[in-house]
């Protein structure tokens, strides 16, 4: 199911979801306003909806140590201090 999100626009609609505005045009405000949001693209419900639009921008964080990809600076932060701090002498700050 995942990018037929616009053709089913109708259908979330239909289902109380509210289509935002402006730049939240990315994202269904859910129908119980439970600050709840659906992502447009992948069909996710989300909290927040600036960190998730994060993922689907081409830039990425790389863990220097193994290679991971991270969508956000900050879970690369938490990967690096969680499973590589002790290799570095400090702390790595990308």
Known sequence: K????FSEDSDFV????ELMPGYDF???K???NEGL???RICLKTVTNKWHHMRCHKP????????FQVFTRKDKLKSHIKTKH???S??????
Do not use: H
């Not at 995942?2 to 999100?5: E, K, P």
């Open 2 to 5: 995942n990018n037929a999100a």
């Open 14 to 17: 239909n289902q109380g979801y």
């Open 26 to 28: 990315m994202f269904y």
């Open 30 to 32: 859910t129908p119980n």
């Open 37 to 39: 949001y659906l992502c």
């Open 59 to 66: 830039e990425n964080a790389v863990c220097p140590f193994c």
């Open 85 to 87: 701090y002790a290799r």
């Open 89 to 94: 002498s400090e702390p790595f700050m990308p």
